[in-house]
């Protein structure tokens, strides 16, 4: 039976095949300040399972609709084999059917996908968490007879834990540890094995047990007596040399099985993440960081918008990719908020260009396989690797149109639309500042840019209320002046025209 201890984070999964929604999901809530722990996330019914047998979740957040094994038998599969898992599940508006269906099946509660939101979502999860049963005070017999390897679990996940101490000097008879944290992700056939590294680990007068963090991801605590710190450090550091393809990191020594879970979480992980920016060193210890840590300027968005939306495509990409390169040597940012920042830098170029009117539909299957692949990357050269071929692709897409127009009056005119929609704009008063004559204007525009010169100017404007209309809360009495248009029914009726429905049922629309 799944349960909570009074310390224990409750556990989620999330399961979704887009990755954008997962992400979102993620960054929702701070999830362990109200009591929570994602311990994965899969992208259809059949990893959740595989994953559910690793990390024993208390709840599921699923999808209804995904390829391989969708929501609906996921969720038959959870309660005739984990019934204790709490299942919440994410759904569009016209899959009511299949929601209905999982409710006799046994789900807790479902969130529609376009109403999501962080109180929302962590009012669901709340109800889901009060079904999950509790532990009482009164159980501590449990945490006496617990096993060495659920203590140390307990400790690197960052939980409180009582153990019997005459369990851990037992265990632990020495007076001094070191924490080894061993990837063999480079590992490829049979080069070695996690048993073999862990055999060698071993030395005379020392005890060697080892945890699974995660996949490709060891952990082992080395315990010893004191003074022979540098005799095990120099031991495993001879390891290193003998596997290249294996990383090893390695603490600092300290004296006490209660400080596992602080170095872990202080030194180990810092070490790791080191790794992710310089994967070339295989073996790591604290005094191999620098003395002061690379310092990052933030990303001038402003800088680089301005050159991208005028078209100075040169310009903000080379600022990008030599932002990038600093970037991926500053080892002291997290590597999910590493891995966020390319990921929106890719989701941004992908949105500008769509609003200036390129065709970008082949960018977006290669939008989704780098924001996929920038995901499961192990490192971050990986990372700007997905960036460059991103940027590659959309350069092809640049010539392409530039190759079709490579019409500079034509791209004047359209600049100067677009710094300048907002005012009364007239055929008569664009021709006059470009001294052109009118008749030859109007002919000129519709020739080089497949449409009419109020066609475009409307599109513009429409274009620019859609984003007032979504990402703020201005009357629409008011947006309509702010994008050019002094009389209101003729901005409703412009809009109605482009849009298909009116401001006020976009806006409805739009923020369900």
């Given at each position: 039976?799944?349960?909570?201890?009074?310390?224990?984070?409750?556990?989620?999964?999330?399961?979704d095949?887009?990755?954008?929604?997962?992400q979102?999901?993620?960054?929702?809530?701070?999830?362990?300040?109200?009591?929570?722990?994602?311990?994965?996330?899969?992208?259809?019914?059949?990893?959740?399972?595989?994953?559910?047998?690793?990390?024993?979740?208390?709840?599921?957040?699923?999808?209804?609709?995904?390829?391989?094994?969708d929501?609906?038998?996921?969720?038959?599969?959870?309660?005739?084999?984990?019934?204790?898992?709490?299942?919440?599940?994410?759904?569009s508006?016209?899959?009511?059917?299949?929601?209905?269906?999982?409710?006799?099946?046994?789900?807790?509660d479902?969130?529609?996908?376009?109403?999501?939101?962080?109180?929302?979502?962590?009012?669901?999860?709340?109800?889901?968490?009060?079904?999950?049963?509790?532990?009482k005070?009164?159980?501590?017999?449990?945490?006496?007879?617990?096993?060495?390897?659920?203590?140390?679990?307990?400790?690197?996940?960052?939980?409180?834990?009582?153990?019997?101490?005459?369990?851990?000097?037992s265990?632990?008879?020495?007076?001094?540890?070191?924490?080894?944290?061993?990837?063999?992700?480079?590992?490829?056939?049979?080069?070695?094995?996690?048993?073999?590294?862990?055999?060698?680990?071993k030395?005379?007068?020392?005890?060697?047990?080892?945890?699974?963090?995660?996949?490709?991801?060891?952990?082992?605590?080395?315990h010893?007596?004191?003074?022979?710190?540098?005799?095990?450090?120099?031991?495993?550091?001879?390891?290193?040399?003998?596997?290249?393809?294996?990383?090893?990191?390695i603490?600092?020594?300290?004296?006490?099985?209660?400080?596992?879970?602080?170095?872990?979480k202080?030194?180990?992980?810092?070490l790791?993440?080191?790794?992710?920016?310089?994967?070339?060193?295989?073996?790591?210890?604290?005094?191999?960081?620098?003395?002061?840590?690379?310092?990052c300027?933030?990303?001038?968005?402003?800088?680089?918008?301005?050159?991208?939306?005028?078209?100075?495509?040169?310009?903000?990409?080379?600022?990008?990719?030599?932002?990038a390169?600093?970037?991926?040597?500053?080892?002291?940012?997290?590597?999910?908020?590493?891995k966020?920042?390319?990921g929106?830098?890719?989701?941004?170029?992908?949105?500008?260009?769509?609003?200036?009117?390129?065709?970008?539909?082949?960018?977006?299957?290669?939008?989704?396989?780098?924001?996929?692949?920038?995901?499961?990357?192990?490192?971050?050269?990986?990372?700007?690797?997905?960036?460059?071929?991103?940027?590659?692709e959309?350069?092809?897409?640049?010539?392409?149109?530039?190759?079709?127009?490579?019409?500079?009056n034509m791209?004047?005119?359209?600049?100067?639309?677009?710094?300048?929609?907002?005012?009364?704009?007239?055929?008569?008063?664009v021709?006059?500042?470009?001294?052109?004559?009118?008749?030859?204007?109007?002919?000129?525009?519709?020739?080089?840019?497949?449409?009419?010169?109020?066609?475009?100017?409307?599109?513009?404007?429409?274009?620019?209320?859609?984003?007032?209309?979504?990402?703020?809360?201005?009357?629409?009495?008011?947006?309509?002046?702010?994008?050019?248009?002094?009389?209101?029914?003729?901005?409703?009726?412009?809009?109605?025209?482009?849009?298909?429905?009116?401001?006020?049922?976009?806006r409805?629309?739009?923020?369900?």
């Amino acid at each position: 039976m799944i349960a909570l201890t009074t310390k224990e984070l409750c556990r989620i999964l999330i399961v979704d095949d887009e990755i954008l929604i997962r992400q979102g999901i993620k960054y929702y809530l701070d999830w362990e300040e109200e009591g929570f722990q994602i311990v994965g996330e899969a992208s259809n019914g059949k990893e959740a399972l595989e994953l559910i047998e690793k990390s024993n979740p208390h709840i599921v957040i699923t999808d209804i609709v995904m390829p391989i094994m969708d929501g609906e038998e996921l969720t038959k599969e959870i309660k005739a084999n984990y019934p204790d898992i709490e299942v919440i599940i994410l759904s569009s508006f016209g899959e009511y059917d299949y929601v209905r269906s999982t409710f006799q099946s046994g789900v807790v509660d479902y969130i529609l996908k376009p109403k999501l939101d962080a109180h929302g979502l962590l009012t669901v999860l709340k109800r889901a968490q009060d079904k999950i049963p509790l532990h009482k005070g009164t159980e501590k017999k449990t945490d006496l007879t617990i096993s060495i390897s659920h203590s140390i679990e307990k400790v690197i996940k960052g939980y409180e834990v009582d153990v019997d101490t005459a369990l851990i000097l037992s265990a632990f008879p020495y007076n001094s540890f070191y924490l080894v944290a061993i990837d063999i992700n480079g590992v490829t056939g049979d080069v070695t094995s996690i048993e073999k590294i862990f055999a060698d680990l071993k030395m005379d007068s020392t005890v060697t047990y080892h945890y699974h963090l995660e996949q490709n991801l060891e952990l082992a605590i080395l315990h010893f007596n004191e003074g022979h710190e540098q005799e095990v450090s120099n031991w495993v550091s001879q390891i290193a040399k003998t596997i290249p393809q294996v990383a090893f990191v390695i603490s600092n020594s300290f004296s006490s099985f209660k400080e596992v879970g602080i170095v872990f979480k202080e030194e180990i992980r810092t070490l790791l993440q080191y790794r992710f920016y310089f994967p070339e060193k295989t073996f790591v210890q604290k005094s191999d960081l620098p003395m002061e840590p690379p310092y990052c300027d933030g990303f001038n968005l402003d800088r680089f918008t301005e050159d991208f939306t005028h078209e100075r495509f040169d310009s903000a990409l080379t600022y990008v990719r030599e932002y990038a390169n600093t970037y991926s040597t500053c080892y002291t940012i997290d590597v999910a908020e590493f891995k966020s920042f390319f990921g929106n830098i890719i989701f941004n170029i992908s949105i500008l260009l769509g609003n200036m009117e390129y065709d970008a539909k082949e960018l977006e299957g290669v939008k989704y396989e780098s924001l996929q692949l920038i995901e499961e990357a192990k490192t971050a050269t990986e990372v700007v690797e997905q960036l460059n071929k991103f940027i590659e692709e959309f350069n092809k897409i640049i010539a392409l149109k530039r190759n079709q127009s490579g019409n500079t009056n034509m791209k004047m005119l359209l600049e100067y639309i677009q710094n300048h929609y907002t005012e009364p704009l007239t055929l008569t008063g664009v021709a006059n500042h470009f001294h052109f004559n009118p008749s030859y204007l109007s002919n000129y525009f519709s020739v080089h840019n497949n449409e009419g010169f109020i066609e475009y100017l409307n599109k513009i404007r429409i274009e620019e209320a859609t984003k007032l209309l979504v990402q703020s809360e201005i009357p629409i009495s008011e947006i309509g002046p702010m994008v050019g248009y002094s009389d209101h029914s003729y901005f409703s009726k412009m809009f109605k025209k482009i849009k298909g429905m009116s401001p006020s049922q976009y806006r409805r629309n739009t923020m369900r």
